[in-house]
């Protein structure tokens, strides 16, 4: 999710801002790796989501689904249907210049596959990570309800239950990661899809209009806060950077200890 959220930063706000020093067809391919990134962003905080709710309510499936192993494959899965899928923008984009093909603008077919790329990224992951994270959360407040009971606690005491805690912030990071992926995505969706039902989708490539620029200025800053949210919230996730910081100097030394000992 890191990866992905980092290459949506350099191809769709550092790249995208120098193509107009770019020919075709590198500018073809920086806008289709901006679309891959996106896509393959949006769906691994849905695979992020689903894998929460299923370590969470389902004991059983936790066993089989939770491995590196099965992590592994749901990451290269998606990684490679978010290329597949987003190829097609590379031939939408004029051979002589970055910008969108007449018939791009006019086809009645590149107007499908547009609707079903908004419909995919990002409505249907909106559906999902709001229903999952019903699902998560409430399973989680009810065997909080269940565990004070059994441990004869009364609504009105307050006594320190680790376990409760750490649900606790199970809780406000799902909150945290949903509620910033749909506040920040949604401007985007609505004004694209009134710029296509009002038949001036096309125009928004040649005219400034303020409400998509702010959409897209608060979709790509999306990215910029999951990677804030990772950092700060899971201590996991900063040993890793950290281990991965310090690989390649605790190899050199390595290297320079075995070297003078021989």
């Given at each position: ?119 995919l990224t990002p409505i249907v992951p909106f559906v999902l990570i ?133």
């Amino acid at each position: 999710m890191a990866v992905a959220d980092l290459l949506v930063v350099v191809f769709q706000v550092i790249l995208i801002n120098l193509i107009s020093g770019f020919p075709p067809p590198k500018c073809n391919i920086i806008y289709s790796a901006g679309y891959m990134s996106v896509a393959c962003s949006v769906w691994l905080t849905v695979a992020f989501t689903f894998d929460r709710t299923v370590a969470i309510c389902f004991e059983k499936l936790k066993t089989r689904y939770c491995t590196e192993k099965g992590a592994a494959i749901v990451i290269a899965v998606v990684s490679l249907l978010s290329v597949l899928t987003n190829i097609p923008w590379y031939f939408t984009y004029r051979s002589h210049s970055c910008s969108p093909s007449f018939e791009f603008a006019y086809s009645p077919v590149w107007a499908v596959f547009d609707w079903g790329h908004r419909i995919l990224t990002p409505i249907v992951p909106f559906v999902l990570i709001l229903l999952l994270n019903a699902v998560t959360v409430r399973h989680i407040l009810m065997a909080s309800v269940v565990r004070r009971k059994l441990r004869g606690q009364q609504s009105g005491e307050r006594k320190d239950d680790p376990e409760i805690k750490n649900r606790r912030r199970s809780v406000i990071l799902l909150s945290t990661i949903s509620a910033s992926f749909i506040l920040l995505w949604v401007t985007r969706v609505v004004s694209l899809s009134i710029l296509q039902i009002t038949g001036r989708y096309v125009a928004r490539f040649v005219s400034d209009v303020v409400v998509d620029r702010i959409g897209t200025m608060l979709q790509l800053f999306s990215s910029c806060t999951n990677m804030f949210i990772y950092a700060v919230t899971q201590r996991k996730f900063r040993e890793e950077v950290t281990n991965i910081v310090n690989y390649p100097f605790k190899a050199i030394l390595k290297f320079i200890k075995g070297y003078g000992e021989s």
